[in-house]
């Protein structure tokens, strides 16, 4: 593939070339074609089928035949690690983390992020390598003025789902609020200072998929507040136990329904009783237990920190991986090839369920 014969070639005016006679491309059969040494950007006619044919890189393509096919999806990003509070089982302690943004097309009604309506299917081309990416869990803080990290983001195609915010900490105004987020971090604790003094962060509704904000810290006591979730907001702190994150959402895009996007339960001060989080979310830390991370591939929320001993730190807890739902007619696809991702498979009825878990890299169809 690498001599051009012709009897003229004339240039025309800028940059127009023009061919006095017609073109003719070297022709191949599928078999000859496929046997051919090739790299992207060949193009020749396939006797077999009569077509100009393209090499992509991969694969052999018709110009005029682009095949296409529609997914599902479910894109959920990592959930914000909870924050650390101070190194007193009688002190203020941290928010929980935020879930990560919650994004879907399986399913009716208002069942995405922040409740808003599911969005549109995706319609991809076989044999285009698409890039994907699984983010982590936001770390934890390590102790007083150490606020949660936020969880990394995950994306499919042109679906992207920012991780959920760090839950709040203490000691100091600048301190308390936990981050914005796909949904928000809850709010920290310092000792007489309420939600009226200090705003809780949101989960920025007004996009779709976005979800809700942290709780914040009302009551008299020490203790966090929980993070946000996709489906509600975190739980109001200042107690003297550990209140849990805002819930999630379910969906049945794997064929049987599941809770995801759970917001981390706030840090309790001068108190043992821990009130389980949700849907992925990790629980807040006691005086007695440590603080709980968000479930891997769940999307949601790590616990805030709390004091088990006097001098030691109060650390929260790490937030819960990213993870990727894609769903379709499994006639519509016929091999997937990926580099860089940890991919199951499974069926339900007479679709195909890709989940995609850990990973950066690209995914193609054909």
Request: charged share 10%; hydrophobic share 25%.
């Amino acid at each position: 593939m690498s001599t051009l014969e012709t009897n003229a070639i004339g240039k025309y005016s800028g940059n127009n070339v023009s061919v006095d006679d017609s073109l003719n491309l070297k022709s191949y059969t599928t078999t000859e074609r496929n046997a051919l040494t090739s790299v992207a950007g060949d193009i020749i006619y396939n006797e077999t089928t009569a077509k100009v044919e393209h090499y992509n890189g991969s694969a052999w393509q018709s110009g005029t035949d682009i095949s296409t096919f529609t997914v599902e999806f479910l894109v959920l990003g990592a959930g914000g690690g909870g924050g650390g509070g101070e190194p007193h089982t009688q002190g203020d302690q941290a928010g929980g983390g935020g879930a990560g943004r919650y994004r879907t097309s399986y399913g009716s009604g208002n069942i995405s992020g922040g409740l808003s309506a599911v969005e549109n299917d995706l319609t991809i081309n076989k044999g285009v390598p698409i890039p994907i990416s699984i983010g982590a869990g936001g770390a934890g803080g390590s102790g007083t003025q150490s606020f949660g990290s936020n969880g990394s983001d995950v994306y499919f195609h042109n679906i992207f789902s920012i991780g959920g915010g760090g839950g709040g900490t203490e000691e100091g105004y600048q301190f308390l609020p936990g981050k914005d987020g796909g949904s928000g971090g809850g709010q920290g604790k310092m000792n007489g200072v309420n939600a009226g003094a200090v705003n809780a962060t949101t989960g920025e509704p007004f996009y779709p998929g976005f979800g809700f904000s942290g709780g914040k810290s009302t009551g008299g006591a020490r203790g966090g507040s929980g993070g946000g979730g996709a489906g509600a907001v975190g739980t109001n702190g200042g107690q003297n136990f550990a209140p849990a994150g805002g819930a999630g959402i379910d969906s049945s895009i794997t064929g049987s329904a599941v809770g995801r996007a759970g917001g981390g339960g706030g840090g309790a001060s001068l108190g043992n009783t821990v009130n389980a989080s949700p849907d992925g979310g990790g629980n807040g830390g006691s005086n007695n237990t440590v603080a709980q991370a968000g479930t891997a591939n769940k999307g949601g929320g790590g616990g805030g920190g709390s004091c088990q001993t006097i001098g030691q730190n109060s650390v929260g807890a790490t937030g819960g991986s990213g993870v990727i739902y894609l769903r379709y007619p499994t006639t519509s696809v016929s091999s997937v090839a990926n580099t860089g991702m940890t991919i199951n498979s499974s069926t339900s009825g007479s679709d195909t369920i890709l989940e995609i878990l850990a990973g950066t890299g690209t995914v193609t169809f054909s």
